[in-house]
Every structure is written in C-alpha cells, then in structure tokens.
C-alpha cells in the first residue's frame, strides 16, 4: 500500500512568520512530487512541484524533497491570512497516478 | 498551466436518477484523465483512470457499473452516476494528463458537488 503522510494540524503561525508543512512517502519508485492548497469547498490549487532532491523556489515558497528520507516539505514565507487553508502532499507514482496525503490545515492569525 | 474544465460546478438529484459530469481539457490533448472523489474533511481518493479510446481502470471498491466513465476523445471524459443514491453525495473532480508534458496530470478541474436528495 502506497502511503503519503501527512500531520492534521491544525498548524497556526502569526501573520508574516514561517510556515513549515511536512510529509512522507512510503514508496521509493515514486516519480514526482507536489503541494496542492485547497480551500473549503474548492478543488486543490497547485503550488508547487518538484522532482529532483534539493530546495526548489517559487515567490514566498520553497519545496524541499530528499529521496534518500523519503521526506517533502513545503515552506511559506511571510505568511498571509489567505494562506490560510489545507495543504495537501501528493504524490505521482511510476504509472502516472497520484497518491494524496490527508492534507494539513493551515491557520495564519493575524 | 494546463486548464481542466469541468461541467456542472454543482448539481442537486433525486435518489434513483442518474447524473452525467464532464471534464475537458481546453489548451491540450488529454490522453488520460483521472476521477476523483472527496468526502467532508477527507482527502481526495482515485476512483478510476480513463484513457482515449479504451475502457477505465478502476480503483478497488469503486462499483464501474454505478461509475460510468465515457473518454471519447481527447479533449472530454464523462463520469455517469447511475441510480444515485444519497450516499453518493460527494465532490467529483478529475484531472487531465498530456502524455507528452511533464507534470500536466497535476492540473484538476474545478470539481463537482453532487448533491442526492
């Protein structure tokens, strides 16, 4: 059974802190991975995605993968109330399918 | 990005009718599209992967007589709810793979709310 995991949260940071999300995966032949933001009753936004091992940047967020722990993270910097949302960790298996974690709220107080 | 659109955003049925969802792939050509269904406060799980042409696979537990899944052609995939029972109540999204692009299955559609009464 191929796992993504993912820790519930909630997880509050003040308005203009550091967001750190985390997840692992369980399967070593995955392909390529992804963060997804999904507010309430909306379909998942992709943020970022990243394939190789190292920090990839975007704006204000930075995804880290290391195959070796098996371990993605996604940092947001200079957090904003719109942030605010459920982040979901995915995915994308040797055969194209994308395995979803359970997602990690996200609360940015103000 | 690669756009996915789907068709209705939200629809409301009676039990025992069925309801047909689209999704289509505006800027490209979607050789696989995939179904999804996520329940309040779940996350999104795979019910089935469609490809041009040839029937679905569907995932484990997913019923493909109650999920009818169309994809004709290259640009649109259908999903039928059949016989739609309130327990099917859910939000339906699909995403849309190019297999010549990196990365395009990542793109969703805006998703389906399917509401049986």
């Not at chain 1, 040797?94 to 609360?107: D, P």
């Not at chain 2, 629809?11 to 050509?29: A, H, M, N, P, W």
């Not at chain 2, 469609?50 to 290259?74: C, M, P, R, W």
Request: with cysteine; net charge neutral.
């Amino acid at each position: 059974q191929k796992e993504v995991e993912q820790n519930s949260g909630p997880l509050s940071v003040p308005e203009g802190a550091i967001a750190s999300l985390n997840c692992t995966y369980s399967d070593r032949g995955s392909q390529s991975f992804f963060w997804y933001r999904q507010y309430s009753g909306k379909s998942p936004e992709l943020i970022m995605f990243i394939y190789s091992n190292g920090d990839k940047e975007d704006g204000r967020f930075t995804a880290q993968l290391n195959r070796a722990s098996q371990y993605i993270s996604l940092l947001i910097r200079d957090s904003k109330l719109s942030d605010s949302a459920t982040y979901l960790c995915v995915v994308r298996d040797s055969s194209y399918k994308l395995i979803f974690g359970s997602g990690t709220r996200l609360l940015v107080r103000p | 990005g690669a756009v996915v659109s789907q068709h209705p955003s939200w629809v409301i049925c009676k039990s025992g009718t069925s309801v047909k969802i689209e999704c289509r792939s505006l800027d490209f050509q979607a050789t696989t599209m995939f179904w999804y269904r996520q329940f309040p406060k779940q996350s999104l799980m795979l019910m089935a992967t469609s490809n041009e042409g040839s029937k679905a696979t569907y995932e484990q537990g997913v019923e493909k007589d109650k999920f009818l899944i169309n994809h004709a052609s290259l640009t649109l995939s259908t999903l039928t709810v059949t016989s739609a029972h309130p327990e099917d109540s859910s939000f339906y999204i699909c995403s849309a793979r190019d297999g010549g692009t990196e990365g395009t299955e990542a793109f969703f559609g805006q998703g389906t709310r399917l509401t049986v009464v």
